[in-house]
Structures are given as C-alpha cells and as structure tokens.
C-alpha cells in the first residue's frame, strides 16, 4: 500500500515532464538543412522550422574579408539550442557535404542573383546547375536524406508564346522566348529553368524523392536586413518608380509565410511528387492601383488613368491548383502582404 502513492506521484512527474517538452518544443522532429540561409525565403523558413521544433543546419555564403550580420537567423526564438551554421558556396559544391550530414530532408533554396549582369548568363547558370546536381548527388549519398524540396520559381513557367491566361505545372518557360524579353531578370529566369530541369532529370534518373516549389512574387514582411527583390517589385507603385510599371500588368503573388509553410507541407506530403506552383493571388495593374488606393489613401498611388499608356509584357497567370488539391491552404492574402512589407520597410528604412 506505501508504494501506491510512490508510484502515482512517478506517473504524475513523468506526465508533467512530458508535457513541459511538448510546451517548449523538444519533441524532436528531425534535422533538415536549409541552403542560402541569410535569403528572404529561406531566413523565414529556418524561423517557422524552428518554431515547429526541426533542428536546422542552415548554409551561408561567406565573403571574404568581412563578417557578414547573421544575427536576425541566430537570434531566432530556439536557434541557440536546434539551428547550426554551415560555410558553403554554390561555386563549391561539396562544401555543402557537412551540412547534410544527419539531415532527413534538404530544402535547397540557395541560388545565385545577379540583376546587375556582372556575370554572363552562362555563368550564371552553370554555376547553379553544377552546384544543384552537386548537392543532389550529396543527398543521394547520405542514406539519411529521405526528400529534397528545391525552391524553384514561377519564372520557369510562365514565359513561353503559348497563348494562355493561366499556366499549371506542365508549363515550362521557355529560354529563348526570355531572351527576347529582354529583361533585366533574364539570367535569372533563365538559370531557374535550367536548373529545375536539370535537378528533375537527375532525381528522375537516380531514384531520389525531389519535389520541387515554383513561388511567384514572394511578398510580406522580411527578416533579412536589405531589401528583397521580389518586395521592391511589389511596392512600386508605393514608392513611384514609374520605369517599372511596366512589369506590372498582371502579378501573381504570395505571402513569405505561406511559401515557408507550403516548403515544409510538401517536406512531409506522402505522394508529393514533380512540381507545384505556389501563387495565392493574381492581380492587374489595374486593380493593384485601385487596391493600393483605397488601402493607403494618404499615399500618391497612381490613378488607372495615369497607367492607361503604360505597355509591358502580361505575364500569364499560376494555377496553384495542383497544390491545393494535397489539402494545402494558404492563410494570407493581398492585405496581409502589403501590410507587412510596407511595415517592415518602414521599420528597416526602405520607406
């Protein structure tokens, strides 16, 4: 009768103890990695799979000769006891080995941006592909590595002359029909696609399990300390660069969040398979001046009649159908972007 007690007050600490792990999160899901930490998709991604309770080992560029501030991913809430950093460069593919190691699942979202054209387009792209199938043959090695999801983009849809409003996933840009865009963003849209390609066929012919997630314009609050590119795009109009008008006639778009939170569904997604587009709105340049209008009245937004002469490529828009159909939902809308980029930007400066 006098270990009655004993053995209910056991039960009762064990209990308490349990659900105090469970209260902070120790309930150990796994470690996976993140490539291109310090990016604006994937700083947010390290922050929701450390809120989930992943161990993250997270890639970064090093710059030789300067310490580059890291502090807004080592800061995070649990990234002292679950988040470790790795030194790696695209240029240097098996400098990603280490951080695979232990991994159960890989989120390769590094690549290389250059809008200024310093590199040729060629290089670019290669540099991208060698790196991606670098690190693929990685994961294949690693026997612990049991999904990659790749971060491709929409730009490696939705630019061909097929004459369509909406594109799904068996749309494929095509690269010479870039070219002629004459884009600023070429060599980027161009290495996206190459890439996508390249890391499908080489899954495809080894066995490894990729998916890969195609967002459009990622747009909402930032960690990241500069300005990302896809945010600015988004805020033209707030912030009246006029020459860029033009690539705003019809702009398909996504909350950070729910790009973040899509990577790591289909991280999980038993039949998750080839591609997903990831877009929760689509809007004209018309019914962005009137939306931006009556959001922020205070500001000179442009009238539909000021942008009536304004001419660009329309880009056609992203069915995401294929995503929703696993059950996925996306959480945020056009508000919720606006609102947070416009409030991070006036907290970081950029407005």
């Not at 996976?32 to 700083?43: D, H, K, L, Q």
């Not at 600023?184 to 998916?211: C, N, Q, W």
């Not at 009137?290 to 442009?302: D, G, N």
């Not at 294929?322 to 947070?340: A, I, P, R, S």
């Amino acid at each position: 009768m006098i270990g009655q007690p004993t053995r209910q007050k056991q039960r009762e600490k064990r209990n308490k103890e349990r659900e105090q792990r469970e209260m902070e999160g120790e309930n150990e899901k796994g470690r996976v990695c993140v490539t291109g930490g310090t990016g604006f998709i994937a700083s947010w991604l390290i922050m929701k799979l450390l809120q989930h309770g992943y161990s993250v080992n997270a890639t970064i560029r090093s710059h030789p000769g300067s310490k580059k501030d890291i502090s807004y991913i080592t800061n995070l809430p649990g990234a002292s006891e679950k988040l470790q950093i790795f030194n790696a460069d695209l240029s240097e593919p098996h400098s990603f080995e280490p951080a695979l190691e232990g991994c159960i699942g890989v989120f390769h979202v590094a690549h290389p941006v250059d809008f200024e054209a310093r590199e040729p387009e060629e290089t670019v792209t290669r540099r991208s592909v060698e790196g991606t199938l670098a690190i693929l043959k990685a994961c294949l090695n690693s026997k612990t590595v049991k999904r990659v999801v790749y971060t491709s983009s929409a730009s490696a849809v939705v630019f061909n002359d097929k004459d369509e409003d909406m594109k799904d996933e068996s749309s494929w840009s095509d690269v010479e029909f870039i070219r002629s865009l004459g884009s600023f963003a070429g060599p980027y849209m161009i290495s996206k696609t190459e890439t996508e390609r390249a890391a499908l066929e080489f899954a495809e012919k080894h066995g490894l399990d990729l998916v890969t997630l195609l967002p459009s314009f990622v747009v909402g609050p930032f960690l990241c300390p500069f300005l990302p590119g896809s945010v600015q795009m988004a805020l033209t109009m707030i912030k009246g660069i006029q020459d860029q008008y033009q690539n705003l006639m019809n702009t398909s778009m996504v909350h950070v969040d729910d790009v973040a939170s899509a990577h790591i569904f289909l991280l999980h997604y038993p039949n998750a398979k080839g591609r997903y587009n990831c877009s929760s709105n689509t809007i004209t340049i018309n019914e962005m001046s009137e939306f931006l209008s009556a959001k922020y009245p205070q500001l000179p937004i442009p009238t539909t009649e000021s942008l009536s002469g304004i001419q660009g490529y329309r880009t056609p828009g992203l069915s995401s159908k294929k995503l929703l159909d696993t059950g996925f939902v996306f959480k945020h809308g056009l508000d919720e972007m606006f609102d947070g980029a416009v409030q991070c930007c006036k907290e970081k400066g950029f407005l």
